[in-house]
């Protein structure tokens, strides 16, 4: 299945096969193949703390938003531990934000949280998401999909790491 950004540009769509564990999470809040949800609602909030809605993360909140899956912090899901894509429902700190747009060269668009809400996550027009938190960069998947399916598996994620110079522009 293909989209096309504002520019024309095709996007390329995947089927995502999450895991059988992680279709389990997400069933248990609701979500299914046929799941929708109106973006819309978030388009003038997104603009008014200055974030676009691109292509990438409309789609992909079309599909997931407005879910909270909790995921496993060892072998069972705890409450409270979740994933929670609400762009609205976040500790969002426009200059942190602001700072990851220039360290990554990358439009970021506010997802949710994820880690008690202590991570912003954040979606590049590539599909690309990140967590932004008062520690650092993380990368975390190369698509929402890959992210929801590592976090409600328990995989490790791999901090990016600015040079030092970005840094020490304060």
């Known amino acids: 299945m293909l989209g096309a950004d504002q520019k024309g540009t095709a996007l390329k769509v995947t089927e995502f096969k999450f895991t059988p ?3 389990i999470l997400l069933r248990d809040v609701g979500w299914s193949e046929d ?3 109106d973006v819309e609602v978030w388009r003038d909030y997104l603009k008014s703390i200055g974030c ?3 292509k990438a993360s409309e789609m992909f909140l079309s599909r997931f938003g407005n879910l909270r899956i909790n995921y496993p912090t060892g072998f069972k899901p705890v ?3 979740n994933i ?3 762009p609205t429902d976040t500790p969002y700190d426009a ?3 602001g700072f990851a747009q220039r360290v990554l060269g990358k439009n970021l668009t506010v997802l949710g949280t994820c880690e ?3 991570m912003t996550l954040s979606m590049a027009t590539n599909g690309a998401v990140y967590g932004i938190t008062d520690a650092g960069i ?3 998947a190369s698509s929402g999909e890959q992210a929801i399916d590592d976090y409600c598996m328990h995989r490790r994620l791999s901090y990016y790491v600015p040079d030092e110079e970005i840094l020490d522009e304060d």
């Open 52 to 54: 676009d809605l691109h």
């Open 95 to 97: 200059e942190s934000m």
């Open 84 to 86: 929670c894509l609400d």
């Open 21 to 23: 564990e992680t279709l």
């Open 138 to 140: 993380l990368y975390i």
């Open 79 to 81: 409450k409270g531990h």
């Open 116 to 118: 008690v809400r202590y």
């Open 35 to 37: 799941y929708r949800f």
